[in-house]
């Protein structure tokens, strides 16, 4: 299943956690921005729009309203840890 920003949702993958209502970085070869993003085990599972993360989301899943902020993804690496 793709969303509207023409990425694949890792389906039936349920989210830790989902940062809605901001700027996130997509850092991807267009530079886009989306206002929301899902994160399980530490690693995005779906970026898009509100509406693109919401079957993402389960009873245990911690949505953060960011208000706007911009929000960028850290680097983590073997190196780094």
């Known amino acids: 299943m793709s969303n509207k920003s023409g990425k694949k949702a890792i389906e039936g993958t349920k989210a830790d956690v989902i940062l809605t209502n901001g700027r996130i970085a997509t850092l991807d070869k267009r530079n886009r921005f989306v206002s929301s993003v899902a994160i399980r085990n530490g690693h ?30 850290g680097l983590k690496t073997r190196t780094f840890t």
Not at 44 to 72: C, F
């Open 44 to 73: 995005i599972i779906t970026v898009g729009e509100e509406g693109d993360t919401k079957e993402n989301w389960s009873s245990g899943t911690r949505v953060i309203d960011v208000h706007g902020r911009t929000v960028v993804s």
